[in-house]
């Protein structure tokens, strides 16, 4: 008895690897195959014309004047167009990581507009994720963008992307804990340790180790990138540098974990830290802007079209400005908050002057990308 | 010098019990804290440690007022309740198929049941994630309700099916005698019998399913549950509203277990008219 | 029997199976065959038999390989010591108690897995009293910290897989008969003794289901690394995690992930030829076996 029930349960065994087998070859056969590799074709133009309907737009955390008086409530009440603003982009790679496979089918989840820094864009839209933006549809913002952001080196003609704000990343201290930092170099200090964290985007904390070594990164080869990840890396391991984060290094200035992180300019309304305080390296920052885009599948592009223009009014725009307090690519802004005897207009993190950024470097791409990247994901994973 | 020993020999005897208390304690210090800082004050609404800002009811007051939150909180309820009475209803089938009928394939169907509540979350996301990116489909709340069901069947399958292990069949017996076909015996004296059991496995699969994180950050695509709600804003500032519906949560399931375990004791008193085999305690209990 | 009557049990099962079969079984297969590719996401992923992809995704991590074969089981051990005179004591000491202590080793399920984590990361964070005590009882240096340490993390994997080491052995706890004990005692033992030579080896299967379903799930675990651990605290979860979302590389992230897949069947497999399915499911008493 015990024999034959083996015996049966063995033979049932085969028989449904067998069926397995062929039904694998069966589903591989008849799906998929391609994996990857972006959308071929040409680009689609967003569709222009009266606002209306629901617009859901992603972007990153503090980066909006909420409330009941907010921009968001303000377009609602002008256009009749409703709102669902998600707040759920913490760093480039992170988001572009959780949209991709939906954009390679050309959906966008749902979303009309992203906001993604420049280097993102253009991957998007080199692998055919972006439509293109006619300008024809977009009067108030080309008539309002600042002048040096009308033709950035990755996108020369705006055809697809918009800049939302710009800012700078430096570093926040701590000011009751840390007064004496002022530069990267500082954060290798042995009496910090522990007590510090840096970014994980690969075109700022390394961009900045290499500025502080005297380096500048549009001009570095692929070895100097190396060397300073190299640098980074065996500062992680002694522990020296606390963690990697996005937009974590907020919540350690308000825990107290920390005494200084790399971090970005306009982020002070998310920390509560009243001694917090942003500095500009002495060897300078990297600059950089985010980009408004419209993904393929955009469910409702005549909204976020409308969207763009409204918020590149100066009226519009100066709200935004005055809570987040990052770098509005908007005319006139400044003029505003001067009338209301803001003393943002005099800020050096809003209105950054050329003395200011003298120093300062964009949002480069290192060259041997692939190779790089790896070394700088070996880091960040430990 | 006698008290002292007295003491002692109190402490040594009393020993389990109080570590077992200690022990408790260490597993509520969590959800007392969440508890606790649902009611601090905070100036921009963001948890901080400590309640140097003073107590405030505030944040139970506004617990709903927060768009983003309510929606994905909604989103995990309904993908919560789709998951579990699908899972439930699969489990139970599996489970009375295990332990009354006899058929081939028992082995396999017992390691198929039993891997994938062993195997690392990281995997089953990871693998189902790839099948999803080999066929191009859209990620989002079908493919979550996929995965909830299918990490959920497992483990209602082990909850009913130890439930109907100790089921007594003398009352089915009984119905037999008096003449009931077996589909009316099934729904009148097996159905309410097991209904804890059932209940219990439902329980579970809603929980893991509200509680669920790294499956569903793999295969959610742009959609947003309650956990990956919180993971977001756990990066930059919690608003204290989590915290709010946090403990709401944790009140709802903790009645929710309240009343199953009534429901028990009530089937068992239904029942409680047998002669207990010897030594073994009462057979309806078992763990939720 | 009638040739209906036989077919009941394949129809009960047939859903569930089916379910199983197509998503959980179905994209493993997936998973390997997406790990036989190699490309990147702008050129596209081709199917080229890869295998290399296999070492390499293994060489490339050993350290958080290592780790999390240490994290995972200083946890389980850790959870182990701490849940077994528990399960014991509510097995056997608690009287009316019983299912409200139950209810409390459960109860962290009913808060999401992720705020009971960031409240332990709030507990633990630089500035709370929980840390300037332990300085003072130096088991954390003056200057120390406990986040972003191994030691949080392990912490973390502790508490937050205790159930599932504490529910097997309860259930198995719960079986022993108490008279086997009295027995022993009968004939002289003492209650250490009663206890090594006849509690410990009867609860045995119990201990081991715990064990591994401790053990397991942590060791894929990459929450507790994520949140709790700072830049050396990476296992392999945060690796497969990041090497999918992050930098799809999907091939190695593949790999790795049948890889681990395959480490963990090896394991189950073992126990199961050991012990059989039936002890793993707690099947002694299974009827139609």
Not at chain 1, 97 to 118: C, M, N, T, W, Y
Not at chain 1, 119 to 127: G, T
Not at chain 1, 192 to 205: F, Q, S
Not at chain 2, 224 to 250: C, D, E, H, I
């Amino acid at each position: 008895m015990r024999a034959q029930a083996k015996r049966r349960s063995g033979i049932t065994l085969v028989a449904v690897l067998a069926v397995a087998v062929v039904a694998m070859l069966g589903l591989a056969a008849c799906g998929g195959g391609t994996v990857g590799g972006g959308n071929s074709g040409e680009a689609t133009t967003a569709k222009g014309g009266p606002a209306t309907g629901k617009l859901t737009i992603s972007n990153w955390p503090g980066y909006i004047d909420p409330g009941k008086n907010g921009t968001v409530a303000e377009f609602e009440k002008e256009t009749g167009v409703k709102v669902d603003y998600i707040e759920d982009i913490n760093s480039n790679d992170g988001f572009f990581g959780k949209l991709q496979p939906q954009l390679e089918q050309g959906e966008s989840g749902g979303r009309s507009i992203f906001v993604v820094a420049d280097y993102m864009a253009k991957q998007m839209h080199d692998l055919g994720y972006l439509q293109e933006i006619n300008h024809a549809d977009l009067p108030t913002v080309f008539k309002n963008l600042l002048p040096d952001l009308q033709h950035p080196g990755f996108d020369p003609e705006r055809k697809f992307s918009v800049p939302w704000q710009g800012g700078m990343t430096g570093i926040w201290v701590d000011t009751s804990k840390a007064p004496d930092i002022h530069s990267v170099n500082d954060l290798f200090d042995p009496k910090y340790k522990g007590k510090v964290t840096m970014l994980d985007e690969l075109r700022e904390t390394p961009a900045l180790v290499m500025l502080a070594e005297g380096v500048d990164p549009a001009k570095a080869s692929a070895d100097q990138w190396l060397h300073a990840i190299e640098k980074l890396g065996n500062a992680a391991e002694s522990g020296q540098i606390r963690r990697f984060t996005g937009n974590e290094y907020t919540e350690d200035l308000t825990a107290g974990n920390i005494v200084a992180a790399i971090g970005w300019s306009g982020d002070a309304s998310l920390i509560e830290n009243p001694n917090a305080e942003w500095r500009m390296p002495t060897e300078g920052c990297t600059r950089w802007s985010e980009n408004m885009v419209i993904p393929v599948g955009a469910p409702n592009t005549a909204a976020a079209l409308a969207w763009m223009n409204f918020v590149y009014r100066p009226d519009v725009a100066v709200d935004i400005t005055e809570y987040v307090e990052y770098i509005s690519p908007v005319n006139g802004v400044k003029g505003l908050l001067q009338e209301r005897g803001s003393e943002l207009a005099e800020s050096d993190i809003v209105f950054p002057t050329e003395e200011f950024t003298r120093n300062c470097t964009g949002q480069i791409t290192p060259p041997e990308l692939e190779r790089v990247n790896e070394a700088w994901q070996e880091v960040l994973t430990g | 010098m006698a008290s002292l020993s007295r003491a002692w020999a109190w402490l040594r005897r009393n020993a389990l019990p109080i570590y077992a208390g200690l022990a408790v304690a260490y597993l509520l210090i969590p959800i007392v804290v969440i508890a606790v800082f649902s009611f601090g004050a905070t100036p921009k609404g963001k948890l901080t440690f400590g309640l140097d800002h003073g107590f405030t009811t505030e944040y139970w007051r506004s617990a709903f007022s927060r768009p983003d939150l309510n929606e994905a909180l909604f989103t995990s309820l309904r993908l919560a309740v789709l998951a579990t009475a699908i899972s439930t209803v699969i489990g139970t089938l599996m489970a009375i198929a295990l332990v009354r009928h006899k058929f081939h394939g028992r082995q396999l169907t017992n390691l198929l049941i039993v891997i994938p509540m062993a195997t690392p979350e990281v995997v089953i996301g990871a693998s189902l994630l790839s099948m999803f990116i080999y066929y191009t489909l859209a990620l989002g709340f079908t493919t979550l309700l996929i995965a909830h069901v299918m990490f959920s069947i497992s483990f209602v399958v082990v909850v009913v099916r130890s439930r109907l292990i100790g089921f007594d069949r003398h009352l089915e017996e009984a119905a037999a005698d008096l003449g009931a076909t077996p589909l009316a015996t099934f729904r009148t004296v097996t159905l309410p019998l097991l209904a804890p059991g059932i209940l219990a496995a439902a329980l579970l699969a809603f929980s893991l399913s509200i509680d669920d994180f790294v499956i569903s950050n793999f295969n959610s695509g742009t959609t947003v549950t309650f956990p990956l709600y919180v993971y977001g804003v756990s990066l930059r500032g919690v608003p204290v509203q989590v915290n709010v519906l946090a403990t709401m949560l944790f009140l709802l399931l903790t009645i929710a277990v309240m009343l199953v375990l009534w429901q028990q004791r009530r089937a068992e008193r239904m029942t409680a008219v047998r002669p207990q085999p010897a030594g073994r305690p009462a057979l309806a209990g078992g763990s939720a | 029997m009638s040739l209906r009557q036989r077919l009941v049990p394949y129809w009960l099962l047939a859903p569930g199976l089916l379910w199983l079969v197509v998503f959980f079984v179905v994209p493993m297969y997936f998973m390997g065959e997406l790990a036989l590719r190699s490309g990147s996401l702008t050129s596209g992923y081709t199917f080229d038999w890869a295998w290399s992809n296999f070492p390499h995704s293994l060489s490339g991590h050993t350290e958080q390989i290592g780790r999390s074969f240490y994290y995972a089981g200083t946890a389980t051990l850790l959870a182990l010591l701490i849940g077994y005179p528990l399960a014991y004591a509510i097995a056997f000491r608690a009287g009316r108690f019983k299912a409200l202590l139950l209810f409390a080793v459960i109860a962290p399920f009913f808060t999401t897995y992720l705020i009971r984590t960031i409240a332990w990361k709030t507990i633990l964070s630089d500035s709370s009293p929980v840390v300037s005590v332990l300085q003072t009882l130096s088991l954390v240096p003056a200057d120390g910290r406990v986040l972003a340490t191994s030691g949080a993390v392990i912490a973390g994997l502790t508490y937050n897989f205790l159930p599932f080491m504490i529910l097997p052995l309860y259930a198995n706890l719960e079986r022993l008969d108490l008279r086997l004990i009295e027995a022993a005692k009968d004939l002289y033992s003492s209650s250490r003794q009663a206890f090594l030579k006849v509690t410990l080896p009867l609860t045995m299967p119990g201990i081991v289901a715990g064990v591994l379903l401790t053990f397991i799930p942590a060791f894929g675990d990459y929450v507790n690394a994520q949140i709790l651990g700072g830049t050396s605290q990476a296992m392999v979860g945060n690796v497969i995690q990041s090497l999918y979302l992050n930098q799809r590389n999907y091939p190695e992230a593949a790999a790795l992930s049948f890889l681990m897949m395959a480490l963990i069947l090896a394991i189950v497999v073992a126990y199961i030829r050991l012990a059989g399915t039936g002890a793993f499911m707690g099947d002694e008493d299974e009827e139609a076996a």
